[in-house]
């Protein structure tokens, strides 16, 4: 796409954590390398958990010309923190947003809506498991499952089901941590020699590093140490885990992958994309 974005900010919205650094690296990560191909005015972050915060969000485009600002929840799906939390606390009236000042604040759907979520699930499936066929193997997507918000496990259901339908699997099935289907019940939900798990997440917080393989079996309860924090990592370098006859495949978090940084940029190109085409149909008379 040739629009131009130079005058424009981005805000990329993570969750955070208070207790795990490693839960804002990726949004950390994913913004150095888009602020390194100078497509935007200016890149930041924002945190719900960490600073700076939502709120400190609201100064951070006040010099350097920024006429717009274009809002990318990192979220893996819509729910609690994009349909609430994120517009309560970026003041946001809906999907653009004028400020005092004249400054248009546009707000992005999040990263977990995006249409290459099924190919990074897949990639990140084979090379967790490489070589296995896919014919012997259950994928397990999991998610968190809450119930602040019955749209949180949308994105995972869609992504199960577009896997679904292509056949390759033996079977595929969306998990969560905290709603049936749980993960904790991985051996009862599949019966083949194969098992591949890959977290729906964004980051690899103490959700993936200690929850979910504490619920899959292949950790102990974590005493929450420094040193077993330090050794976390280990959990994703010790594939294949052999428990209840199986081999149990365990992936990192997918929000981890480099290529979200595309899907962030891409967002934004797809809502300007949609409001170039609103004001067009407008100018015309086809839109009321």
């Known amino acids: 796409m040739a629009s131009d974005f130079g005058s424009s900010g981005l805000l990329i919205v ?31 972050c924002c945190f719900w958990k960490e600073e700076p915060s939502m709120r400190d969000a609201l100064l951070m485009f006040q010099e350097g010309g920024i006429k717009e600002v274009y809002v990318v929840p990192n979220f893996i799906s819509e729910g609690y923190f994009t349909q609430t939390v994120i517009p309560r606390e970026l003041e946001l009236s809906g999907r653009t947003t004028e400020r005092i000042d004249g400054q248009v604040w546009n707000f992005c759907e999040p990263v977990g809506n995006h249409r290459s979520m099924t190919e990074l699930l897949l990639e990140r499936a084979r090379e967790v498991a490489p070589g296995v ?82 619920l899959l079996g292949i950790e102990a309860a974590p005493s929450g140490s420094a040193s077993e924090r330090q050794r976390a990592g280990e959990v994703f370098r010790h594939n294949p885990h052999h428990l209840h006859g199986r081999s149990l495949y365990y992936a990192s978090a997918i929000g981890t992958d480099a290529r979200f940084a595309d899907v962030i940029v891409e967002q934004v190109e797809s809502f300007a994309r949609d409001q170039h085409s609103i004001s067009d149909n407008f100018a015309r008379g086809l839109v009321a």
């Open 133 to 214: 066929p896919e014919s012997e193997m259950s994928l397990l997507i999991v998610g968190h499952g809450t119930n602040l918000n019955d749209n949180s496990a949308i994105a995972a259901k869609r992504e199960v089901e577009a896997i679904r339908q292509l056949g390759r699997y033996a079977a595929v099935l969306n998990t969560y941590m905290e709603e049936a289907p749980l993960i904790s019940d991985w051996a009862k939900l599949t019966t083949t020699p194969h098992v591949v798990v890959v977290p729906f997440f964004i980051a690899d917080g103490l959700h993936s590093y200690e929850d979910i393989p504490v």
């Open 14 to 44: 993570g969750h955070g954590s208070t207790v795990n650094p490693d839960s804002s690296a990726p949004s950390l990560s994913h913004a150095a390398e888009i602020r390194r191909r100078g497509i935007f005015g200016d890149v930041q």
